[in-house]
């Protein structure tokens, strides 16, 4: 499978807590990204990592890349009610023009 | 600065109908990439147009065809609807960059077969 697979599927956790969601994939990638989606609408863009990162920081987000292990995680920190959303890992794959997305983690922020 | 805008917003439609979606990019980018979202799933990738031309496509049948116009909107075709063509039909525009980036998603055309 060219696309990404997440896990857990859907995470519920308190306010304040942190969140960790992880990607695994099969292929060879040149870039894997992370999108946000709240119910029903567009998909927002969070952050990139290039196949040659292994970390990347985006305010109270934490994305790793472990590229010999066909893995990603994205953490995210002090979780709040207004994260509850859909998360997806999107690959490129090396040679490709198209992103493909997994079936997302769905997370629940209790407040 | 107008992001990427879809329309309809939503849309319903019989078994056996056609229906035409409609994507504007994002201002600055030229490539149009189309996904299908069933609903608890995943965007699934349709295809992408890129210099009016259908650059990469996704396992969907001919059914689904588009068009790229001179300008870089562009349009996603449905023809002899199905149910299970009910889903959320998201664009996104991009930037041309071969080494790939962020994806500019539209709030997407929710279509119902009936």
């Known amino acids: 499978s060219q696309q990404g697979e997440e896990d857990p599927q859907a995470l519920s956790i308190q306010e304040g807590e942190n969140a960790t969601m992880n990607c695994s994939y099969k292929t060879s990638i040149n870039n894997l990204q992370w999108y946000r989606q709240n119910s029903g609408r567009g998909l927002v863009h969070l952050i990139l990592?290039?196949?040659?990162?292994r970390e990347k920081h985006s305010g109270r987000l934490r994305v790793t890349l472990d590229t010999s292990k066909k893995s990603s995680s994205l953490l995210i920190t002090a979780s709040r009610a207004a994260d509850t959303a859909s998360y997806f890992c999107a690959l490129r794959n090396t040679g490709g023009f198209k992103t493909i997305f997994g079936a997302g983690t769905r997370l629940f922020v209790k407040a | 600065d107008a992001g990427v805008t879809q329309s309809p917003t939503h849309l319903i439609k019989t078994r056996g109908q056609q229906v035409t979606l409609r994507c504007s990019p994002k201002s600055g980018h030229d490539t149009v990439s189309w996904y299908q979202q069933a609903l608890g799933q995943g965007p699934q990738f349709i295809f992408q147009?890129?210099?009016?031309?259908?650059?990469q496509r996704g396992n969907f049948p001919d059914r689904f065809s588009g068009h790229q116009f001179p300008n870089y909107s562009s349009e996603l075709n449905v023809n002899a609807l199905l149910l299970g063509d009910s889903a959320l039909y998201l664009c996104?525009?991009?930037?041309?960059?071969?080494?790939?980036?962020?994806?500019?998603f539209g709030e997407g055309s929710r279509l119902t077969v009936l």
């Open positions: 147009y890129y210099e009016e031309e259908e650059r």
């Open positions: 990592i290039r196949s040659n990162e």
């Open positions: 996104a525009s991009s930037p041309r960059n071969l080494l790939g980036g962020e994806l500019f």
